[in-house]
Every structure is written in structure tokens, then in C-alpha cells.
């Protein structure tokens, strides 16, 4: 059995009737003055193809036109035709088709899916109303005299140019009724097909911009069908000095769509000269929602619930629309990945249509898989494919969040988790200093060097620095590791502090030297005269000169040698 859907909820944005956008409003009509009906709601002037080409309607704030029969006299070939935008009233819902004829909807074309034209009340939603008037729009691709569906506005200077910013459509019966079932051209909708509307802007310099809507599509093996009034956006078109609308079909033939070439319209708004920012997300924020309870089936799929609280008040207490406001699940897997939950239709097959990721609220009332303090999650913890993982090792997690929507304004409210997260303590701040290390200078006979060795006072890590000249810079701050030696000649200092864990860095200490051409060499040393020098490394290879750890040979005249170990 073929299910129908439509489209269009609650949750959709209406568009804020705040001043600064200008809205077209059919009971101002200046062209014609007035408007009146048949007894089959359409306008009684539909077929005049000499004193409405356009229609005009408007007050002081601008006048909004509308293309209508735009080939002028001897369009409606004698009051058998017309195109362009039609005025209608009443909301007719009727299905006027007939099997194999589409006869009676050339008679009965003033219907309309919402049910009557569009009102956008106080609190920003959408109704219809059929004491109101729409438009009905027939789309022809044969005018000559320019696009059959156009829009114009001027503003109150004189402005021809303007900046759309969208308008509300919905469904006509005969182009709905014949992709469910078929009419005497259009074919019924299989998997796949779609019925979409374009609207076109045209800027000044005649490049055109684009953007689509579908008014009836079929998939998964359902047809869904924009049967309420329904925000179409059109800001993404830019400043245009016209927007017109054409009509597309999966079901072709060789003169074109079968499908019905009809929709219906209401209340074009386009941005005025002082347009307000819109309100602020602070406005009306929800109240916060509370993670209850998660219950794991485990190894019987299907079965997991995560139970919440979900208020429908704001956060000062004050109650909400709750055909505004939705929720979200949201998962930490416990392997990094944070993200909003998607219910799957497959899944869910009760309640939804297609994937969601924010489920509205108004869904309990009829609710299998959501209801108003839990929600089934066709997932387990158990197996290869956890939802989330929540151990020693893991922080898995489970939340929910609110959000409202009014006035084209979207707020939420924070993140409710179902698990308190623990911050470790912060490590106590350090107040006690480590002991100042000690440095030992000394010279070794024989070598021209001077060697310094920085020792702790207590167990830390050193480190230090180098000046050379005093005039010089300073070197980058080192590890100290193992002596060090000095072999050019000039002044030197050296500054070292030490750090232990724990605790906070020493005090600075310094030590100054000079290095001559005498340090550690003299030709005689207690008596003894230097014969030679050989300088080994640790391995014992003899080597030219002093090079890192040195094993440093002194031979002396009367045949005596000394040792010595050095880091140059």
C-alpha cells in the first residue's frame, strides 16, 4: 500500500514579519481595484487579456507585480486560456480528476493543498485560512512576450531593483492528485520522480541565479508532497530586478511535462530599506533537559532505551510552543568521536519517513519508537559495533540537548550528559625552592684548559648558561650533563640554577674565570719539566688533540707521567 506524506511541518521556519521586509499582500490590490470571485473561487477576471497583463498590489511601503496572461489581447484565445498568476479564495481540496480526462480541473483550477491562503501569525507559525486569498500560478513555456510567471517590486523611492527573500508555496490539487494516482496526461509517481518548482533571478546586468524546491517527490516507496504552506528561500538569489518561476517533471513527453503545470503562492516578501537584525538567539533559549537513565538490552537487539527529562518551558520558566521545539541524542563513543545521533527510518519505520538527526517534539503524540521521557535506540553496547564504550579506558557517553525554533531564530539549551565526567585534581602548586647547585673550577698541569663541574645539592635536573667576553651574549639555556671545559683565552661566566620535581626552580647561581696563556701550562711543575703530552679516548685510541672525554698522559723529563680525565 502506497503511503502519502507530506513534506511540510511544524517545524519549518516561517518567515518573521518583523518591519524592514516587505510582504505581498493580495487584499491591497491596486491593478485590479478590487478583486471578486465565482462560485468556483477563481477571479472573475482570469481570461481578460486586455486590462491585466500584470496585477499590481501594494501600499506606501511598495507595489508588488505579477505577470498574467503577459501576450496581452488574444491570449486567452477568446477566454479559453490563460497564464501567469491567478488571485483565488476558498482552499477547494477537491480531487476533480477523472479516469483517463483532465476535463473538470479546467473548470475547478482555483483549489488549493494548504486548504486557504497563507497567515503568518504573532508567534511566527504558519496557517491557512480560506477565507483569505493565494495564488493560483499556471506555468507556460509557450508566452512570447517574456517568462509566464513572473514577479516585480518597486519600492517606495522609486527602486526597481530588490533582494528576495522567499516566499510561501504549496501544492495545486490537480498537479498533487495526478502524481498520486494519474490523471488524463500526468502518470502516477514511482520511485524516483519528483515535481520541482525553480525560481530564477534576473539582476540588472541579465545574469540569472537559481534555486529549487520540490513540491511532490517519491521515495522509498512513498510519495511526499509540500500540502502546507511552506517557507521556499529565495535570498540566496541576490539583488534582482525580477524573479520568475518555471516548472520541472521526471514525467515527460514529447510536448513537454505531463504533469499538471500549476502550484499556488502567497505572500512574496522581499527586504526592505531598513531591515532590522532579526532577534537574538538569547531570546527564548529552553530549558535545560536531564539525562535519566540508560538500559542496555545487551545481546537482545532492539530493545535499549535512554530515558530523559525534556521541559517545555524556556530557562526562566516560561512555557513554549511545543510544536517549536525539538531535541537531539548525542553520543561520545569513548574512541574520540563526539557526534549528533541520526534515527534511521529503516529503523524507526513508525514514526519517521526519512533519516533525522532532531527529532520534533510534537512526534510523541503518536509516538511507537519516541515517547515524552524515553527513546528506544536500536543499538547495544554488546558485540563489535558498541554505541558508545564506557570502561576504564573509555569515556563513552550518552546526552540530549533542546532546541527552540521562532522567528527564524534557532536556540539550544546546553548538553545534558548521562554521565558526570570527573576532571582529575589539578597537581598541588609548587611552593618550596631546590637547593642552589655548586660549581668547581679547576686547571689540570700540562693542559691549557679550564674545567667546571656543576654538582646538585640535592637530586635535580641542572641547567646553565655561557657568557664569553663581557660584552658577549649569553648562550641558549642547556642541560648540564658532564664537566665542562674552557680552552680559548678570555673572560667567562657561567650561570646554573636547578629544578627537582616538585618543586620550584633555585635561585641562580654564577661563577666567573678567566682563561690565559698559562692556565694549566707551565714548563715546570713541583720540580718536574713536561716532555709530553699524549691525549687518549675512552677506548683507549690515541687521538691529536683533547676531544669530549679525554684521557689526558703527561710525561715528564726524568721518565714519571701523570693522569688526568678532562671534557673539553
Keep these: 500500500?502506497?503511503?502519502?506524506?507530506?513534506?511540510?511541518?511544524?517545524?519549518?521556519?516561517?518567515?518573521?514579519?518583523?518591519?524592514?521586509?516587505?510582504?505581498?499582500?493580495?487584499?491591497?490590490?491596486?491593478?485590479?481595484?478590487?478583486?471578486?470571485?465565482?462560485?468556483?473561487?477563481?477571479?472573475?477576471?482570469?481570461y481578460n487579456d486586455v486590462d491585466y497583463t500584470w496585477l499590481e498590489f501594494g501600499d506606501e511601503d511598495g507595489e508588488f507585480m505579477l505577470s498574467h496572461l503577459i501576450d496581452g489581447e488574444g491570449a486567452s484565445w477568446g477566454g479559453y486560456y490563460w497564464d501567469g498568476f491567478c488571485p483565488a479564495i476558498g482552499g477547494d481540496q477537491t480531487d476533480y480528476g477523472q479516469p483517463g480526462s483532465s476535463a473538470s480541473w479546467t473548470t475547478y483550477f482555483g483549489g488549493c493543498m494548504a486548504g486557504g491562503g497563507c497567515v503568518i501569525n504573532a508567534d511566527g507559525t504558519v496557517t491557512a485560512d480560506?477565507?483569505?486569498?493565494?495564488?493560483?500560478?499556471y506555468y507556460s513555456n509557450w508566452a512570447m512576450e517574456g517568462p509566464s510567471n513572473q514577479v516585480m517590486f518597486v519600492d517606495k523611492e522609486g527602486k526597481t531593483t530588490f533582494?528576495?527573500?522567499?516566499?510561501?508555496?504549496?501544492?495545486?490539487?490537480?498537479?498533487?492528485?495526478?502524481?498520486?494516482?494519474?490523471?488524463?496526461?500526468?502518470?502516477?509517481?514511482?520511485?524516483?520522480?519528483?515535481?520541482e518548482l525553480i525560481a530564477h533571478g534576473v539582476a540588472a546586468d541579465g545574469s540569472e541565479k537559481t534555486v529549487s524546491i520540490n513540491l511532490v517527490e517519491f521515495s522509498n516507496g512513498e510519495l511526499h508532497a509540500l500540502n502546507d504552506w511552506t517557507f521556499f528561500d529565495l535570498s540566496s538569489l541576490g539583488e534582482v530586478e525580477s524573479v520568475y518561476f518555471t516548472m520541472n517533471s521526471t514525467d515527460t513527453g514529447d510536448y513537454g511535462m505531463n504533469t499538471a503545470a500549476y502550484f499556488c503562492m502567497d505572500k512574496f516578501q522581499v527586504k526592505g530599506e531598513d531591515d532590522p537584525e532579526p532577534p537574538t538567539p538569547t531570546e527564548i533559549v529552553p530549558a535545560n533537559p536531564t539525562a535519566n537513565e540508560w538500559y542496555d538490552c545487551g545481546d537482545e537487539s532492539g530493545f535499549s532505551k535512554f530515558y530523559f527529562t525534556l521541559?517545555?518551558?524556556?530557562?526562566?520558566?516560561?512555557?513554549?510552543?511545543?510544536?517549536?521545539?525539538?531535541?537531539?541524542?548525542?553520543?561520545?563513543?569513548?574512541?574520540?568521536n563526539v557526534y549528533q545521533f541520526t534515527f534511521p527510518a529503516e529503523d524507526y519505520t513508525f514514526d519517521l519517513n526519512y533519516d533525522i538527526d532532531e527529532v520534533p517534539y510534537w512526534i510523541y503524540s503518536s509516538a511507537v519508537d519516541f515517547k515524552n521521557y524515553f527513546v528506544y535506540m536500536y543499538r547495544t553496547n554488546e558485540n563489535d559495533n558498541p554505541l558508545f564504550v564506557r570502561d576504564d579506558d573509555h569515556n563513552g557517553n550518552i546526552g540530549i540537548q533542546a532546541f527552540y525554533t521562532y522567528d527564524r531564530v534557532k536556540t539550544s539549551s546546553e548538553i545534558a550528559w548521562l554521565y558526570e565526567e570527573v576532571t582529575p585534581p589539578e597537581p598541588p602548586t609548587p611552593t618550596e625552592k631546590t637547593g642552589a647547585p655548586v660549581f668547581n673550577g679547576y686547571t689540570t698541569d700540562g693542559i691549557h684548559a679550564y674545567f667546571i663541574e656543576i654538582q646538585e645539592s640535592e637530586p635535580s635536573t641542572i641547567y646553565y648558561r655561557v657568557q664569553f667576553g663581557q660584552n658577549?651574549?649569553?648562550?641558549?639555556w642547556a642541560?648540564?650533563?658532564?664537566?665542562l671545559s674552557f680552552t680559548q683565552d678570555g673572560w667567562y661566566r657561567i650561570?646554573?640554577?636547578?629544578?627537582?620535581?616538585?618543586?620550584?626552580?633555585?635561585d641562580p647561581i654564577a661563577y666567573e674565570f678567566i682563561v690565559n696563556p698559562a692556565t694549566g701550562l707551565s714548563e715546570m711543575v713541583g720540580s718536574k719539566t713536561v716532555a709530553g703530552v699524549r691525549y687518549f679516548n675512552?677506548?683507549?685510541?690515541?687521538?691529536?688533540?683533547?676531544?669530549?672525554?679525554?684521557?689526558?698522559?703527561?710525561?715528564?723529563t726524568d721518565g714519571t707521567t701523570s693522569t688526568a680525565k678532562v671534557m673539553k
Excluded: R
Excluded at 480560506?130 to 500560478?137: I, K, W
Excluded at 533582494?163 to 524516483?192: L, R, S
Design 1 to 46: 500500500m502506497k503511503k502519502i506524506f507530506t513534506l511540510a511541518a511544524s517545524a519549518l521556519l516561517a518567515s518573521a514579519a518583523w518591519a524592514g521586509v516587505v510582504t505581498l499582500d493580495l487584499n491591497k490590490p491596486i491593478n485590479p481595484s478590487s478583486l471578486e470571485y465565482n462560485d468556483y473561487g477563481i477571479w472573475t477576471q482570469c
Design 130 to 137: 480560506p477565507a483569505q486569498p493565494y495564488l493560483v500560478a
Design 163 to 195: 533582494e528576495p527573500v522567499g516566499v510561501y508555496v504549496c501544492n495545486h490539487p490537480w498537479p498533487y492528485y495526478g502524481c498520486e494516482h494519474g490523471d488524463g496526461f500526468g502518470n502516477p509517481f514511482g520511485e524516483g520522480d519528483y515535481f
Design 311 to 336: 521541559p517545555t518551558t524556556d530557562v526562566d520558566g516560561n512555557p513554549l510552543n511545543e510544536e517549536n521545539l525539538s531535541y537531539a541524542v548525542w553520543i561520545n563513543d569513548g574512541f574520540g
Design 472 to 476: 658577549g651574549e649569553f648562550t641558549e
Design 479 to 483: 642541560e648540564y650533563e658532564d664537566i
Design 495 to 506: 650561570e646554573a640554577y636547578a629544578i627537582a620535581n616538585g618543586k620550584l626552580a633555585s
Design 538 to 556: 675512552v677506548a683507549g685510541q690515541e687521538m691529536q688533540e683533547a676531544n669530549g672525554l679525554t684521557i689526558v698522559v703527561t710525561t715528564y
